[in-house]
C-alpha cells in the first residue's frame, strides 16, 4: 500500500508517483502549469509534480490578490539539495507576491529527534536560515521564526487541539500508548504554523500554499480537515430534486445572533431554517462566483463573530530526489547528498563519484546511449544546476543518443556544483552580516 510509505518521520522513497495521485487525491501540477506566470523550472520540469487546491493560490499571483506562502525545516542535520528545493520554492512565491513566512519547527526536532534546544537553534540559524537568505529570500518583506519562541503559534495550537482527538492521530501517524505528549503537540504546532499566515496580526484568512515534499501530506490533510471543522458555517453545493443547484450553510459552530447577521446579509432567493439557509434561484454558470461571494461573506460574519474563517492551506509537491549513490538519500551516508555547507571541493568529488544512467563501457554508451532517467548527474543538473530549459533538453537527447559521455558529464556536473556552492557559501557570509545587525534577528546570533 502506498500510505505506508508516506510518512513524515520515517524513510519514505516513493517509486510509482501515479499512486499519489490514485490514491492520495493529490492533484497533478502539469494540468496547471499553463496558468502559472513565469513558472519556476520546478514546476516546467515537472519537479514539482503535485498539488492540493492550489487553485486559489494561482488566482491570487494572477489577480495580485494577497496570499502567503510557508513552510519549515526541522533543525536535525545538514542543510541539504533537498532542503534548497523548498527554500526555492518559498522565494519563488515570495518574488510572485506572497507574503513568506519560514519556520525552524524547533519543537519537532526536539520531541521527534531528541536534540537538544541549543542545538536546534545553532543548526536552525547557521545551516537552515543562512542559506534560505543566500538563495534569495527578502528578509525585510518575509517572517522568520522559531516555534518555540512564538507564543502566537503555540495559542494557535491549543486552539486548534479543541479539534483532534488521540483516535485520529493514531490512524494517520501509527501513534501508539508509548508515543510522547509532545511528539502529539508538535503535530498541532506544525497545523498551527500552516495557519498562522491567515491570523489577523498578519491580514486575516487568505490562500495559503505550503511547498514540501510529498512525505508531508499527512500533515497537509490534518491541517486542511482542521481548518475547515474551526469553520462556524459549511458551505455547500446542492442540487434539487430537479436537479437545479441552491447553496446549503449550515451553523456547525455558530451561535444564533451569528446566524441572524448572516440571514441577515446573504442576498438573493433563500430559504431560512433553524441554523440551516438554502439559498435557491442559482443558474449553473453563476454558481462558482456565487459561491465565491457567499464564502466571503460568511467568512466576514465568522471574523465578526470570533471564528477565525480559515482558507483551506494549498500545497505543492516535490519529487524527493536519490541519492548520489543510488536508492535513499541518507543523513547517515554523507555520500549520498550533498550539503550545502560542505566545502565545493568535497561536495564536486562527490559528484564525481556518483552513481550515473551509463552503459559498462564507452562504446556501449555510443552505441546503445546513457539512461538519463535514471542518472544521479542528471538529476542534478535538472534540479539544480542547469537552468536553460534549451539546454536540459539537449544534455538528455545527447546523452540518449550516445553523444555525451559520462566522465565528461561528471566533469562539467561537478564543476557546476563546485561554483554554485562557492557562490552560495559567499551569499551565507552576507545573509549571517545582515541576521546579526538585523534588529529582529540578531539575538540568534548572540
Ligand atoms: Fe548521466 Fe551524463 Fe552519463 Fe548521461 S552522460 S548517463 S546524463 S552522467
Redesign the pocket.
Known sequence: MAEAAINPWGVTEIKDYTRLFEDFGIARFAELLDQVPEPHFYMRRGIIVGHRGYEDVLRAIRDRSTFAVMSGFMPSGRVHLGGKMVMDEIIWHQRMGGDAFACIADMEAHSVRNISWRACREIGVTEYLLSLIALGFDVEQGHLYFQSENKQLRDLAFDLGTEVNLSELSAIYGFQGETHISHMISVLVQNADILQPQLHEYGGPKPTVIPVGVDQDPHIRLTRDIASRMRMFRLERREDPDQKPYISIRAKKANSRAFDELARRLEGEKKIYELHIDLLGIEEPQLEETMRAVDETVRAVELEYGGYGFCLPAATYHRFMQGLTGGKMSSSIPESYIALTEPPEVAADKVKRAK???RVTIEE?KKLG???EE?T??EL?VSHLVEDDEQVKE?FED?KSGD???KA??AE?AELMYSFLKRHQEEREKARELLKEHERYKHWLE
Open positions: 550515473t544512467g551509463g554508451q546513457g539512461a538519463p542518472c548527474i542528471y543538473l544534455i546523452c555525451r559521455l559520462c558529464c561528471k556536473a
